[in-house]
T-cell receptor, first 110, second 113 residues
Framework: QKEVEQNSGPLSVPEGAIASLNCTYSDRGSQSFFWYRQYSGKSPELIMFIYSNGDKEDGRFTAQLNKASQYVSLLIRDSQPSDSATYLCAVNSGYSTLTFGKGTMLLVSP | EAGVAQSPRYKIIEKRQSVAFWCNPISGHATLYWYQQILGQGPKLLIQFQNNGVVDDSQLPKDRFSAERLKGVDSTLKIQPAKLEDSAVYLC???????????FGQGTRLTVV
């Protein structure tokens, strides 16, 4: 059974701070990694994806992948109240099965 | 480009009744997923199609849930008979190829009373 683990939170940060969201996965054969944002009552929307070890930056978001440690993270710089949502980590293992973690709730206070 | 379309948006049924959900993926997307999301939890994969073939249905409760994908495009998910614990949001997603990002529809919120 492929597992994707996330701290459920909530993670509370003040506006303007860096939010750090973490995710670990069990399947060493995992090949691609995704971060989705989900606002309450809405469906998940893709923020970033990463396939290779290292960092990938897109605006205020940075995804970090360490396959040896089976660890992927998402950093949000200059956090805004509009970033308050649940962040879902998803892992794709070879045969396209996309497995989600339970999500981390982020609260950004003004 | 049109997104993933799902219907209905909301459905309330009594336990032991049947219900069906419909999904139309993004045009050209070969992979289609059905997920169940219970309040406060992450999406749980029910079934994954590659064109009109099933890739993974290991978590689909086959005694009551069924799904099909006609001609590798639209898909329907059916529950018969429904139980109280089936109350959840049912999300359909599609992706263009293996290991690529999936895009979600708006979901169907099912309440079983």
């Amino acid at each position: 059974q492929k597992e994707v683990e996330q701290n459920s939170g909530p993670l509370s940060v003040p506006e303007g701070a860096i939010a750090s969201l973490n995710c670990t996965y069990s399947d060493r054969g995992s090949q691609s990694f995704f971060w989705y944002r989900q606002y309450s009552g809405k469906s998940p929307e893709l923020i970033m994806f990463i396939y290779s070890n290292g960092d990938k930056e897109d605006g205020r978001f940075t995804a970090q992948l360490n396959k040896a440690s089976q660890y992927v993270s998402l950093l949000i710089r200059d956090s805004q109240p509009s970033d308050s949502a649940t962040y879902l980590c998803a892992v794709n293992s070879g045969y396209s099965t996309l497995t989600f973690g339970k999500g981390t709730m982020l609260l950004v206070s003004p | 480009e049109a997104g993933v379309a799902q219907s209905p948006r909301y459905k309330i049924i009594e336990k032991r009744q049947s219900v069906a959900f419909w999904c139309n993926p993004i045009s050209g997307h070969a992979t289609l997923y059905w997920y169940q999301q219970i309040l406060g939890q992450g999406p749980k994969l029910l079934i994954q199609f590659q064109n009109n073939g099933v890739v993974d249905d290991s978590q689909l409760p086959k005694d009551r849930f069924s799904a099909e994908r006609l001609k590798g495009v639209d898909s329907t998910l059916k529950i018969q008979p429904a139980k109280l614990e089936d109350s959840a949001v049912y999300l359909c997603a599609s992706s263009s190829a293996e290991n690529t990002e999936a895009f979600f529809g708006q979901g169907t919120r099912l309440t079983v009373v």
